[in-house]
């Protein structure tokens, strides 16, 4: 498909306006803060499963999330490993879910403990999803999750995702087996704009990797996007006329690219300039804002599917640097 976007030089200085809302790091320090995990909320459970695989230890995921919802997921380790172990916290794509116990090994073949978050209420575009999201949008909601509690930031469904991942980096770094200093957070599309998220919500991180990431500059992707999902929210314009300021509000708070202004891990981006869902131009406002140290491989002739295998082979390459690059940390428990 030929590119609509900007060009890549273009894309490489590109700086919109885009400023931050009024109260944005108050907003996410009150949501976590009353979110905290504790005792009523339950703790953390792992139960060992027979995913047939002699070589990877899976582990079969609960972990408390938004007001102590129950969060699913996979957690893969290398069988036999010992010593603490880096860790990788994937998040999906949207539609996504967790999926079955045998797969996505790469993390943990490379030697890493893997956790891969279950989205809330997805699981019905691509492998199967076991979390539910207990709230319910409210009613002229487009289908989707763009718009589920648009109305206000602290009815929206990103805030209660964004809560869970977090939630999720905090339960690895309590793992007896995973050293907290070496963490890294990644995901493709929505996941690399969940991972953007926590890479500005979490300090301490040892990297984060987004790929062709959903959630940046999501007013200029709204007004793009040809395919969905942003197209959502056009959708959602289309019918509610007088509420395209207040609905950008809202999304102000969940865009990835004002999250990645207060990130300070190293980053490792992928982008594909031919992308027609996340355009490369919201996904470099993203980039261009990151704080961190940072790095970026430019797919110039891919879509959305960005560098696929390409790319996971950068990363194995990048993890591994950045790791050995590290002092051990606290969590070499003995």
């Known amino acids: 498909m030929?590119?609509?976007?900007?060009?890549?030089a273009e894309c490489r200085t590109y700086q919109p306006d885009l400023p931050l809302p009024e109260g944005f790091d108050a907003f996410w320090r009150d949501t976590l803060r009353a979110e905290?995990?504790?005792?009523?909320?339950?703790?953390?459970?792992?139960?060992?499963?027979?995913?047939?695989?002699?070589?990877?230890?899976?582990?079969?995921?609960?972990?408390?999330g938004y007001d102590g919802q129950p969060v699913r997921g996979w957690l893969r380790m290398p069988a036999g490993a010992s010593g603490p172990l880096g860790c990788i916290v994937?998040?999906?794509?949207?539609?996504?879910?967790r999926g079955l116990a045998h797969e996505q090994l790469t993390w943990a073949c490379a030697g890493y403990a893997h956790l891969v978050m279950d989205t809330r209420g997805q699981g019905w575009s691509a492998a199967t999803g076991d979390t539910p999201d207990p709230h319910t949008g409210t009613a002229g909601t487009v289908p989707g999750f763009l718009t589920r509690g648009i109305e206000d930031p602290s009815t929206h469904y990103y805030r209660r995702v964004f809560t869970?991942?977090?939630?999720c980096v905090e339960a690895m770094r309590a793992h007896p087996e995973v050293d907290p200093?070496?963490?890294?957070v990644t995901g493709v599309s929505q996941g690399g704009g969940i991972a953007l998220a926590v890479a500005?919500?979490?300090?301490?991180?040892?990297?984060?990797?987004?790929?062709v990431p959903f959630l940046c500059n999501i007013p200029r992707a709204s007004r793009i996007a040809a395919v969905p999902p942003y197209t959502e929210v056009a959708s959602y314009l289309q019918l509610h006329r007088d509420r395209t300021a207040s609905a950008f509000r809202t999304l102000s708070y969940f865009d990835a690219a004002h999250h990645a202004t207060r990130a300070t891990a190293p980053g490792l981006f992928s982008i594909a300039m031919m992308d027609d869902i996340c355009p490369p131009s919201t996904c470099f406002t993203a980039y261009n804002r990151y704080a961190g140290p940072k790095d970026?491989?430019?797919?110039?002739?891919?879509?959305h599917e960005g560098g696929t295998e390409h790319?996971?082979?950068e990363q194995l390459a990048w993890v591994r640097a950045l790791f050995d690059g590290l002092p051990a940390g606290p969590a070499a428990r003995s």
């Open 181 to 184: 200093t070496r963490i890294v």
């Open 2 to 8: 030929p590119s609509t976007d900007l060009s890549l």
């Open 311 to 313: 790319h996971r082979a």
């Open 200 to 211: 500005g919500l979490v300090p301490g991180l040892a990297g984060v990797m987004p790929d």
């Open 296 to 303: 970026v491989r430019v797919y110039e002739f891919n879509g």
């Open 164 to 167: 869970d991942a977090v939630r």
């Open 90 to 97: 994937e998040f999906l794509g949207y539609g996504r879910g």
């Open 36 to 64: 905290a995990p504790g005792e009523e909320r339950g703790r953390p459970r792992f139960e060992l499963v027979d995913s047939g695989l002699i070589h990877v230890r899976t582990y079969d995921v609960s972990i408390p």
